[in-house]
C-alpha cells in the first residue's frame, strides 16, 4: 500500500493527461456504442476502479487504475454530452449543462465526500472507496436504463420564441 505522499505524487500528476487523451478515442466510442452504453461503459470502469481501491494495492496497480479514471471520467462525460445533444434542442444545452455540473458535479459530489467522512472509521479508508463504488454502479445502471427508455431521438420540443413587436 501507499505509504509517502512522494511515492503517489507521480500517478496523481498523470491525472491531467490521461484525461486529456481520452476525448481523441472516447468520441469515437460514444459513436460506435452509442451515448447509454458508453455511460454504462463509464459507469463500470469506474465501479472496477474503486472496488480495487478500496483493497489499497500497491502503488504499481495505481497506474492502469489511473488510466480507468479517464475512462471513467472522460468517457462519461463525453456520453452525457452526446446525449443531451442528441436529447435537448440546441439552445437548450448549455443551459441543462449547467444545471447538470451543479447537480452533479457539486451537490452529489459533495454528498458522497459527506457520507465517505462518516463512515471511514480507523486506518482505513476503503468505506469511502465503497460509497463512490455506489455512485458507479448507479451510473452504470442509468445508462443501461437510458438504453430500453430513450429511442435517440429529442426528448423536449424547442418551445417557440415569441416575437416582439
Known sequence: SIRTVSAITPVAQSQPITESE????????????????ALALGG???LVRWVALSAEPDLW??????????LSFGLAHLAAMA????ALPGRMIASVQGVMTGVLGGGLSALVVVLAGDVVDGPSIAPAYWIAAVAALVSMV???????IWGGGVLVVDPPVAKSS
Open 22 to 37: 481520452m476525448p481523441c478515442p472516447g468520441r469515437r466510442w460514444v459513436t460506435r456504442l452509442g451515448a447509454p452504453h
Open 44 to 46: 463500470l470502469a469506474a
Open 61 to 70: 496497480l495505481l497506474w492502469p487504475l489511473q488510466v480507468l479514471h479517464a
Open 83 to 86: 446525449f443531451l445533444a442528441s
Open 142 to 148: 442509468a445508462g443501461l436504463a437510458l438504453k430500453r
